[in-house]
């Protein structure tokens, strides 16, 4: 049962932490608490943007501001599923095997340009993000707790890419777009480009507290009718005409993860329906497969979650108060 004070104490730390990260990715506090929430709900975040937005460094500053180790890895078509995970070496002197582990083995783990990586270097990455262990020779290496991956794809310059299938996009628990600066943040990061970088950034709290965050969110209370409000949403998109492959249970399991890690963020030790409002596009959109004749006429994720939001009844208020 979360208290007052372990609910107020979790907000405390994560304003924090918001305001630390926003010292030097300026003018972007959304997107930096849509980052929190998936770092407290034990999920993953892709970063889509354009070059040059500052998607690396809310990477690095979020790695920054936890007491923790990180690892940066750049994919490139050569990056082989080894020198993500890791390989096994015979030692002369002990005459054994050892073990030597990858760049994946840290708390926060930036995968830059995931999508320049050959398909089987990508699924190297995307394992270990679902089973949180590397297995090589049959030997499984767990990785470190808590484990956050945030990478990172331009959708510009495809060419000699490998895009991410639909049944891997579906690990991460949120897809991001930090998008470009309004001018006066634009003429705010000219002034200190220089002065501005994540390594100058003091760490907020550790590992061990991030661990007992996260474990906080699986007590946060949410409403049976909220869940069939969920579960109502995912089917609107199923069901959608210009929906090939609408949300799967796993995205329903990852937006009530997110709507429970959202609430502490806000205070809350309960989820209301505004929270799943909050967090649909950045959960479900990249989780909606267009037919075909949808993306010729120019129709988005974003235009069909739109239509399941209006479509599906919100719940009433009497059920959207804490548990006595």
């Not at 104490?9 to 990260?21: H, K, M, N, P, Y």
């Not at 490998?162 to 777009?177: H, I, N, T």
């Not at 209370?221 to 869940?227: G, M, N, Q, R, S």
């Not at 329906?273 to 990249?286: G, N, R």
């Amino acid at each position: 049962m979360l208290t007052p004070a372990h609910v107020q104490g979790f907000a405390d730390v994560a304003g924090e932490l918001a305001t630390r990260i926003g010292t030097v990715v300026l003018g972007k506090p959304e997107v930096v608490r849509l980052a929190l929430t998936a770092l407290f709900a034990q999920g993953h975040v892709l970063l889509e943007d354009v070059p040059g937005v500052g998607k690396t460094t809310l990477a690095r500053a979020l790695a920054a501001s936890i007491r923790g180790q990180w690892r940066r890895i750049q994919f490139t078509p050569d990056l082989l599923p080894s020198d993500v995970s890791g390989v096994t070496v015979f030692n002369q002197a002990s005459r054994g095997f050892e073990f030597h582990p990858g760049p994946v083995f840290a708390n926060l783990v930036i995968a830059d340009e995931i999508n320049r990586a050959s398909p089987k270097t990508q699924s190297a990455l995307l394992e270990v993000m679902e089973e949180r262990r590397v297995t090589v020779d049959g030997v499984p290496h767990p990785v470190p707790q808590p484990f956050l991956v945030v990478a990172t794809q331009n959708p510009v310059e495809m060419d000699g890419t490998y895009r991410l299938p639909e049944a891997q996009l579906d690990r991460f628990l949120v897809k991001l777009s930090v998008g470009y600066p309004d001018e006066d943040v634009e003429i705010e990061v000219l002034r200190g480009a220089a002065v501005r970088s994540p390594d100058t950034l003091e760490p907020v709290t550790d590992t061990t507290m991030i661990g007992e965050m996260a474990r906080m969110v699986a007590a946060v209370h949410i409403a049976d009718p909220l869940y069939a409000y969920a579960v109502r949403l995912a089917a609107a998109t199923r069901n959608h005409p210009q929906v090939r492959v609408g949300v799967s249970p796993r995205g329903v399991i990852a937006l009530t993860r997110a709507a429970s890690a959202y609430a502490l963020i806000s205070g809350r030790a309960y989820v209301l329906p505004e929270d799943f409002k909050d967090l649909i596009e950045p959960v479900f959109a990249h989780r909606v497969l267009l037919s075909a004749d949808a993306q010729l006429r120019g129709v988005t994720a974003a235009d069909v979650l739109a239509d399941a939001l209006r479509s599906v009844p919100v719940p009433l208020p009497e059920h959207q108060h804490s548990p006595a």
